[in-house]
């Protein structure tokens, strides 16, 4: 069974699932007619259901898993070293760098540090050092084309973030969970890293798995993406422009809990 948020409703023969899914697209309809750009995407191994899937949002803290998949490639194949010494000045600290703002001088951080720093608590300062080891924003672009995404590092020549969509969101966090299901020991590691953020949109508590994710936030932009361990394991993405609304982790929760609701039902009742 394949659900499209176009062909939906007239795909599926199951009421009480229709109705469900009625109901979150319903919620979705009903912000984003309020003005606010929001879009969601489900998927597990049989069925797939998007709501603006192709609509564009800035990426903001998303685009990080890839940076940190390329980097864990280049490492397998021993272009670089988990404890290859990088320097991090006074002048290379962004904002929202977290621990690494507390240094009061040059500072040498293992690359693994500064891969698990980028991951576990968004640090913006690590992440940068890392794009920069890879050769820029340009060899990101490049990667993230290659795997098939359309707009890896698209907008302005000084942002190393760029924008993205539940489309592009989800070949990024399906090959980082194929990686994660090699089992390697560098794996484990990256597994690790994206269950234990620091910083959450969606409360795990909400979900029926163990729930490996990143959120990325800045400005409007408050975005949820991520992989949830469940019987029946699938990807999760929710894409919003709710971040400067006092009610933005209520709409990605109350999101998520309609969206285990569809997961469970068809998990119980139609696998």
Known sequence: MELKSSTLFKDIYDVELKNKIKELMDMFN???YKGNKVAFFYKDKDNTISYNEEVLFYAAST??????????NKIDNNEFHLDDKILVTMNDIRQDSGIIELQKEDTYYTLEE??????TESNNTAYLKIVDLLGGKAALKEYGLSLGAKHTMEGKETDCFGITNCSDMYIYIS???????????????????????TTKKVDRENL???????????GIAYHEVGYVEASKPYYLIIL???G????????????????????????????
């Open 244 to 271: 400067e609304l006092d009610y933005k982790d209520e709409f990605i929760n109350d999101a998520a809990k309609k969206i285990v609701d569809i997961n469970k039902y068809i998990g119980d009742n139609l696998w």
């Open 114 to 119: 500064l891969m698990r720093l980028t991951i």
């Open 175 to 197: 090959k980082v969970i194929e990686y994660i299901n090699k089992d390697s020991d560098h794996s484990k590691m990256y597994r690790e890293w994206m269950l234990n953020t």
């Open 208 to 218: 029926n798995g163990k729930f490996l994710r990143k959120g990325g936030e800045f």
């Open 30 to 32: 009903d912000e984003y």
């Open 63 to 72: 685009i990080k898993i890839l940076a940190v998949l390329l980097m864990f």
């Open 240 to 242: 919003t422009q709710l």
